[in-house]
Each structure stands twice: as structure tokens, then as C-alpha cells.
T-cell receptor
């Protein structure tokens, strides 16, 4: 069975500081990995995904995530955060024929 | 524009009443999903459907029911058997098939049972 663990429930940072949101997964087979972002009282938006190929994937708003198969991790990073990045972030995993399984989420709070 | 519409955005019901949450998509997606979100719990899968007239239970299906009579629609009924129905409910859709498909989410329905 697959599972996803987000290691930090809350991450407070100052504006323009770097941030890393950690995600580990467990699965006995090859998986696909995703990061979603949720703003208050809204649905989730896909931030980025890893399917195959290059282990470093990037989003259009400066986030990146690196797939590490040996450590079964898919951590999300941004070198300099903005106030507008304040949101909840979810790591998710699935494999062929299964529905997405989500982690419990990490609340990123960016202050000035 | 294509997307998923969940209605209503807020819903209040008395304990013991069944309530149906609407989810409609015009993305021509084959697969649709219902998740429940509680603070600190992430999203938990209730039901999903990969084709019309077929659906599968997720991790927390007890107390819920669904139907999939049309490709565009996947309504969720929260029955009186659901012990703790107050939550934020999210509907999603995707192209069916193998994994790796990103989901498109609706904006959610917040259900409060009093």
C-alpha cells in the first residue's frame, strides 16, 4: 500500500527566505508524485509533478521539487518566498490504476 | 471555460438528515473523485468512479453514497449513518487510465451539521 508523510505540519518563514517542505512516500512499485497548493476555502491547484525522466521538476512560480528514489522523498523548495506563497501544500502519490493518496499537508506561513 | 463546479459552497443541515452535494464537470474527463478534508488530516478518499455507472469505495466510504449516471456528474450523498459529517468536501476529475494524471479540483463544499 502507498502512503505519504509530510514531515512538517507548519513552516513559518520570513519573506525572501528559502524554504523546504518535506515529503516522504512509501510504495513497493514505481509511483507518480505531485505537489498541490490550496489557498483558504478553495480547491487544490496542481503545482508540479514527477512522472519520469529528470528528477528535478519546476513550477512556473519558482518552486521546484526533486525526486530521490533511494530516500523515497519528493521535497519541495523555493529559494525566496513571497507573502503570496502563504498557503497549505499537499504532497500526493499514485500508481497505475489507483486514486491519488495525499499527505496531511504543510501550512506555509510567510511573514514580512 | 472548462472546469468543475461544486454546489453549494456552504451547506447547513440538521443531524439525522441526508444531504446531497453536487459535482459537475465539463472537461470531458472519464474519472471523478470525492475527498473529505478535515483540519490536520489532509484529504481522504471517499469514492471514485472511472467510468459511467461504475464506482469504487475509497478509504472512508462508510456513511456515504454516490451515483454516476452521466459522465459529467458525480453527486455525493452524506447519509445519517455518517457519524461526523461536518467537513470540507472536494470533488475532482481526471483523464482515466494509468497513473500520473493530474486532477482538476472543484472549489469545495463546506458542510456543517448541527
Amino acid at each position: 500500500a502507498q502512503s505519504v508523510t509530510q514531515l512538517d505540519s507548519q513552516v513559518p518563514v520570513f519573506e525572501e527566505a528559502p524554504v523546504e517542505l518535506r515529503c516522504n512516500y512509501s510504495s513497493s512499485v514505481s509511483v507518480y508524485l505531485f505537489w498541490y497548493v490550496q489557498y483558504p476555502n478553495q480547491g487544490l491547484q496542481l503545482l508540479l509533478k514527477y512522472l519520469s525522466g529528470s528528477t528535478l521538476v519546476e513550477s512556473i512560480n519558482g518552486f521546484e521539487a526533486e525526486f530521490n528514489k533511494s530516500q523515497t522523498s519528493f521535497h519541495l523548495r523555493k529559494p525566496s518566498v513571497h507573502i503570496s506563497d502563504t498557503a497549505e501544500y499537499f504532497c500526493a502519490v499514485n500508481q497505475a490504476g489507483t486514486a491519488l493518496i495525499f499527505g496531511k499537508g504543510t501550512t506555509l506561513s510567510v511573514s514580512s | 471555460d472548462g472546469g468543475i463546479t461544486q454546489s453549494p459552497k456552504y451547506l447547513f443541515r440538521k443531524e439525522g438528515q441526508n444531504v446531497t452535494l453536487s459535482c459537475e464537470q465539463n472537461l470531458n474527463h472519464d474519472a471523478m473523485y470525492w475527498y473529505r478534508q478535515d483540519p490536520g488530516q489532509g484529504l481522504r478518499l471517499i469514492y471514485y468512479s472511472q467510468i459511467v455507472n461504475d464506482f469504487q469505495k475509497g478509504d472512508i466510504a462508510e456513511g456515504y453514497s454516490v451515483s454516476r449516471e452521466k459522465k459529467e456528474s458525480f453527486p455525493l450523498t452524506v447519509t445519517s449513518a455518517q457519524k461526523n459529517p461536518t467537513a470540507f468536501y472536494l470533488c475532482a476529475s481526471s483523464i482515466a487510465g494509468t497513473g500520473g494524471r493530474g486532477y482538476t479540483f472543484g472549489s469545495g463544499t463546506r458542510l456543517t451539521v448541527v
